[in-house]
Every structure is written in C-alpha cells, then in structure tokens.
C-alpha cells in the first residue's frame, strides 16, 4: 500500500462499514451520539445541536481524551482532531511552554475559552523557528484534564462572535458540572529506547495521578473539585558528537523532551440564588517545574581555557535551562433571566501566568576572567501576563410569525491586559552573559499595559423550515492600535432530513499582543549568539523594524452534511483563509545594522562567539490558504459479538505566500507553507463487547517539510528536511470491572515510526539534530502505557 492512496483506503474501508451498518440496539451509545450532544460555541441559541451547527465543529468527551493514553490536553488532543497539529519540539525554553495549529495556522490565530470565557496566555513566546514562533498562545498543559467534560472545537472564523485571535477557529473547553460524580485515574508510560543515543535518560517516563469529585451544594447547587500531578523524564534523541572532542561522543542530550513535574486544581460551581438567578464561578491553578538541556560546550574550545587551567568544567559542561513557572485563572459570574425568555450573564475573568528562567550548569566567562569566580547557575529573568476581562452579555429570541424566533443577542466586554519584563541575576547579564542564555537587564525589564473595550451583535433566524441564516458584528477599542470593526454572515439549508448546506463568510482582526511587541532575549550557542530585539524598540529600529500593525483576515466556508443512512452522517467542508500583514520571526539579520541595533541594546559577544544575528518580529507577509475538512462515522453491530463505532476525520490543506518582504529568508517562508502535513487523517474503531473496550487508531500523515539553513554558516545554503508521509498507528485494549473500575494497556505508535533523518548540513557544527523538529508525530518513537481508573 502506497502512501499516495491512503485518503482513497481510508474511504473505501469506511463505506465498506457503512454499507454493512445495522440498526443499533437500544442497550449502546449510537454512533451519532456525539451529533445530538448540545453545543455552546459558534451560536447564541440554546439547546443546538452538533448536527444544526451551521458551522463544522467537534466535540471531544472527556473519554475521547484518556482513551489517547496521554495525560495532556496538546497531545491527546493531537491524536483525535485532524485539524490540530503540535509541534516535535521546541528549540530551548519553547521545548517547555508548548503551542499547536489549527488549520495550518499560527497558535496565536487559535482563540481558546473555558466555559465560555476567554483564556489568557502564556507569558512566554516562542523564537526556536518554524510555525510556532512568535507564538504566546494558551498554554493547554496548565489545563487539568481531569476537570474537563468535553472540548468544542469550532473550526470557523469567529472573531465576530468572539474577538481578536479567533482567526482560524475557537477551542472551548467545557469543565465537569458533577453534583456527585468522582473518579480517579492513575496512568504509567514510558517511551521506546533511542535508536541513535544511548543514554535515554528515562526514555521520557511519565507518571500521572489524577481526581475529580462533585458535591451537591444545597439542592441544586454543584461543586466539582478536580486535582492532577504529573510527571515526567528526559527524553533523549541526540545525535553522536561530530566536533573534535575527547568527551563521550554521546554526551549531549539537546535534542529531546523536557522533563517536568506539574500540579494543576480545577474547580467549577454554580447555585441558583433568589429570584432564579444563578451565581457561578470557575479556575484553574497549576505549578510547573522544568528543564531541557542545551547544547554541549567543548573543553578544548579556547574560550573556556581559563576555566579548564583552574580545574572547572575539564571535561566541558552542558548548561540546562529551567522553569518555575505559576498559572491561575478564576472566573465569576451571575446570569438570570428578563422579560420571560430572555437572558443575561455578567462576570468577571481574571488569570495570568508568571514564569521564571534560569540556567543551571553554566558560567559567565567574563566574570570569571575578571574577577576569579562566578556562579554556575543563574537566574536569567522572569515573564509575566496578566489578562482581566469583564463580559455583560444579553440574549433573547422573538416571534417574529417565522418558523421559529428571532434569536438576537449583544454584549459588552472590557479586557485589561498586562505583560511584564523582570531583570535576572547580575552574574547572568554581565558583559557578555551566561552560556546558553544570557540574563535580562534592567534595559528589558518594563511593565507594558493595554485596555481593550468591545461590543457586538448577533442575529440568528429561521425564516423557513430548513433554512438558518446568522449575522454577527463586533466592533473593538485598543488604546495602542485604535478602533477595528469585524462582521460574519452565515447560512444553512437543510434541503431534507438526510442532505443539508451551509456557509460562513466573515472578516477578523488579531492585534500584535503586548508579547510580540516587548520581548527579548540572547541566545548562545556554541558558534553564533542569536538576540531578540523588542520589536517596536529604537534598537530594533536600527535593524531595520518598524512598529507592529494588526493582523487582518477574511474567511469563506461552504459544507455539506448528510445522513445517507441511519446512524451515518458525513460532512464535508472546504474553506479559505487570507491573512494580511502576518506578523512572524525575522531572523538571521546581520552585518552593519545588526551589530548597531545590538550594542543599541547594551548586548555584548561572548569569548569564542564567531558571529551575531538579530532578530525581530515583523509584517510583511500576506498568505491565503484552502482546504477540507472531512468527516464519516457510523456503527456496525454484531449482535452477541458486541459493536464497533467507526470514524473517519481528515484535514487536506495548503497555504500559499500572496506577498512577503524580499529581505525574508527561507527560514521564515518554509515554516508557514510546508511545515504541517498536507493533509491528515484519523480513522477510528471503537470495539465494546460487554465489559472488554478495544480502541484502534489510524492516523496518516501527509507530507511535511522544511528548507533549513546550514549548520556552519547560519544562513544559505539551505537544506530540505523532509518527513515523508506515515501511518501512525495507536492501540488500546480495556477491561471495566462491576465496581467501576477500568484497567487498561496501550501504545501510541505501536510500530516505533520515527521520521527519516536531516542532511547532516543541518545537523553541524555538533551533528546532534538529527531529527525535523517540526514532525507532526513526534521523534520519540512508540509510547508504551498502563492505566487504572474508577467511576465512582
């Protein structure tokens, strides 16, 4: 079997399942299950279905995510949703604070809501390359997943329903609601050994222990606690030592997994008060440690030759980069109704995160030469984001003789947003700075504030049996980009009960985030130093940047859905996105103007750094983008042999580059049109017979790949790391006991696929890259685990 024609496999096997359907007994979930469940996102009338939505959405249960094997919200969520793509890894402190695509597009175009509510954001942002840079996006790992119900993810234009960010769709994720409901999961896995290393370094063990329980709160009131810790190893695929060394060949460990260990409580309530109105509040709190190496310095480079005559770091050292890192998040609110049918909700959103840098194993070579000592770890600065945001919403609908009634709602929303920059330790910022990161100065250091002031207005009508229409306008104040208004028109026809159309057009708008226009940072590595400049700061302006501008973008999407036959339903929706003045990485920036813009900043070369390179971010590049998004599910029932649940859910995609700014490299064009697959399909059976669960999962990867530029010049020539497409395939076979407790075993790419290795051009000077960072399945190979979980 070729990879050419897996869509065409995928499809006949699932109409070959389609034709062999037969009615479902009354006894088991029916396939279309999911299709009946009620949605809140992308619509203002209650009690819509999944399968009227006028917009393509999916619903994942909580489930859906433990049966993945991962303990992660990005991962699980990775293995169930075509559209959603997460990144290998990160380079340096993005291989911690992770991000992931929807549709092709950047993490920062994806707004995410809990209940409802919009999320704040990291306080960190991604400069590794590829995709994800530039990107301060939710961070989904502070999430826990055992306080989540479900996940809505609307994959729609919708920043007229919702704000900036929501170009490329929504993510809502819906918390349990329990009065009385506890389970309790504990989970093992472990990764498979390194083909190419060694010294795995616990081969990313990962271990999880997770509760939730709800409580009655007098009658009709809920709370629903949930707590989650988890941890993990290293892991470790890092190619052999390729520079003159008498150190193991083996020693470094760059490329891999970070290790961790987190804590997150969720918790969600509500209690109806006097006069029907109901009070509600919600949150998330979690803590992270973390760190992930760096790359390998030689004890015979000249640089370090005063340390090595002193007895320090003989046998060269690795510095490792760490986090301490705090999430919050806590929402309240009270809703009623008014004038009969219609209903109002205000609350209050508040939440952040702080993070703090440092780096262990390192020195300041320059304060070691000048004074005799200095500390081997540090403390390189802190990030912080803050993000208040004030919701009065109204909705009601009206008999206007029609159908049914005139659905109309509007809100208002006031959103204060705080990013802050925090100097590190005197030792990690002098002169030239500690290896691996240098220290942020009091010349970063800064609190930068922005307010945010909208109101919107929604319609949705029924003027005819089978028709939807929906229009929705927003209009927005930033205090620094000034006024920006966004509209979406919507349409559905069911033409009968088995065939319906439907369609959106809509305009949307992301402002830079306060991230994108205030942070820095200087990389070292062993051969280049890499600084981030501020991008609407005078030293950027040196380089050759100027003030950041919003991102705009239009989006048009035409479906189809049908019930050929019962418990059978196929979608089909083709879109495109245009996105104008994106804003990404400028990197590799040298010469006269870079050297100007890096003294500017008071930045100063390390001993043995043989070039620098600036970078910033910057408009300059208009891109459209198409494609389809599929999906099929039905059931086949054997009577006594039990039952099987099919699915079939696939992304195709491609983004073309309309206009970019002749000074980008290859570097910043390669990562937004080559660096997701092509396409990506998930085929899933789900096999019940009494108490026995089986679950097979088939995910093929298309094409993905990536121009890179050479390991020993930083720049040209580059080099084409490709990852040919691939069947990914998961497994997981389980047992529920009478007493509610299920035992279960897996794997996650159970035939140990890697992706096919770089040129060795890209992998120099140390050789150690021998893997695309950028592959959508991973470079550790397969994932074995076990898990135990009680209902109870």
């Known amino acids: 079997m070729t990879s050419k024609n897996a869509p065409t496999v995928f499809l006949a096997a699932l109409l070959a399942a389609t034709a062999q359907a037969e009615p479902a007994s009354s006894s088991t979930t029916t396939a279309t299950a999911a299709l009946d469940s009620v949605i809140v996102t992308g619509t203002r009338t209650t009690g819509t279905k999944v399968s009227e939505s006028v917009s393509p959405i999916s619903i994942v249960s909580a489930d859906d995510l433990m049966q993945t094997g991962q303990r992660n919200v990005i991962d699980a969520l990775a293995r169930l949703e075509p559209s959603f793509v997460a990144r290998a890894l990160g380079g340096d402190y993005a291989n911690i604070v992770r991000s992931a695509t929807l549709r092709g597009q950047g993490p920062n175009q994806t707004l995410v809501l809990v209940n409802g509510k919009r999320r704040h954001t990291t306080a960190f942002i991604s400069t590794s390359g590829g995709l994800t840079s530039g990107a301060a996006a939710v961070d989904l790992d502070q999430i826990p997943v055992s306080a989540i119900e479900r996940i809505e993810v609307l994959r729609d234009g919708a920043a007229a329903q919702y704000g900036s960010d929501a170009i490329a769709g929504v993510i809502n994720i819906i918390l349990k609601n329990s009065q009385t409901e506890g ?118 480079n000249p640089a370090f030759a005063t340390l090595v005559a002193a007895g320090i770091y003989t046998q060269g050292f690795e510095p490792r980069e760490t986090t301490s890192e705090q999430d919050r998040s806590i929402t309240a609110g009270v809703r009623g109704r008014f004038a009969g049918d219609g209903r109002w909700d205000a609350s209050l959103t508040t939440g952040g995160d702080r993070i703090d840098l440092g780096v262990d194993n390192t020195i300041n070579v320059d304060l070691f030469n000048d004074t005799g000592s200095s500390p081997t770890r540090a403390s390189i600065g802190r990030f912080s984001n803050r993000q208040t945001t004030a919701n009065l919403d109204f909705s009601k609908p009206f008999d206007v003789g029609l159908a049914r009634p005139l659905q109309l709602a509007g809100g208002l929303e006031a959103r204060q947003e705080q990013y802050g920059i925090g100097a590190g330790d005197f030792a990690s910022h002098y002169e030239g700075g500690t290896q691996a990161f240098v220290g942020l100065t009091e010349h970063d250091a800064g609190t930068h504030d922005r307010n945010v002031f909208g109101a919107y207005f929604d319609a949705e009508l029924r003027p005819a049996q089978g028709l939807q229409l929906g229009a929705a306008l927003r209009t927005e104040h930033y205090n620094d980009f000034g006024d920006t208004t966004t509209g979406k028109l919507s349409a559905r026809w069911d033409a009968s009960p088995a065939f319906a159309l439907r369609g959106t057009v809509s305009t949307g708008y992301r402002a830079p985030n306060l991230a994108e226009q205030y942070f820095s940072s200087t990389l070292v590595t062993p051969v280049f130093t890499y600084v981030q400049l501020p991008a609407n700061s005078a030293a950027a302006k040196l380089a050759g940047a100027q003030n950041l501008k919003p991102e705009k973008s239009d989006n048009i999407s035409l479906g189809l859905v049908a019930h050929p036959a019962k418990d059978v339903e196929l979608t089909a929706d083709a879109y495109q996105i245009r996105i104008k003045d994106r804003i990404v990485l400028k990197t590799g920036i040298s010469g006269a103007p870079a050297a100007a813009a890096i003294a500017a900043a008071g930045i100063v070369a390390q001993p043995g750094t043989s070039a620098f390179y600036a970078n910033y971010f910057a408009n300059g590049i208009d891109t459209t983008s198409r494609g389809l998004d599929l999906s099929a599910q039905t059931r086949s029932d054997f009577g006594a042999a039990g039952f099987v649940k099919w699915s079939l859910a696939g992304n195709f995609q491609h983004l073309k580059i309309d206009k970019a700014d002749p000074s980008f490299s290859l570097g910043v064009l390669s990562p937004l049109t080559d660096s997701t697959p092509k396409h990506k399909l998930v085929a899933t059976a789900d096999y019940t017979l009494r108490d026995f669960t089986g679950t097979l999962r088939v995910t093929h990867y298309g094409r993905t790949s990536q121009w890179t530029q050479d390991g020993l010049t930083g720049g040209a020539p580059w080099h084409e790391e490709v990852v040919k497409p691939a069947f990914i395939v998961d497994l997981e076979v389980g047992y529920e006991f009478s007493d509610g407790l299920r035992l279960a075993v897996g794997a996650n790419n159970i035939a140990n696929k890697r992706p096919e290795q770089v040129p060795l051009a890209t992998a120099l000077p140390t050789g150690g890259q021998l893997y695309p960072a950028f592959s959508p399945y991973g470079i550790n190979g397969a994932f074995y685990y076990a898990n135990a979980s009680w209902r109870f």
């Open 183 to 300: 389970t309790l999961d504990v989970s093992y896995g472990q990764f498979h050994k390194s083909d190419i290393n060694p010294n795995g370094l616990g081969n990313g063990r990962t271990r999880s222990v997770s509760a939730s329980k709800g409580f009655r709160l007098d009658g009709d009131g809920f709370l629903d606690i949930s707590a989650e810790w988890r941890d993990k190893l290293h892991t470790n695929q890092t190619g052999p030592e390729l520079r003159t060394t008498t150190i193991d060949k083996y020693a470094s460990r760059i490329i891999g997994d970070a290790a961790y260990d987190l804590g997150a409580l969720g918790f969600n309530a509500g209690k109806t008060l006097a006069n029907g109105i109901e009070a509600y509040a919600f949150g998330t709190f979690a803590t992270r440690r973390a760190d992930s190496y760096q790359n390998q310095r030689l004890p015979n």
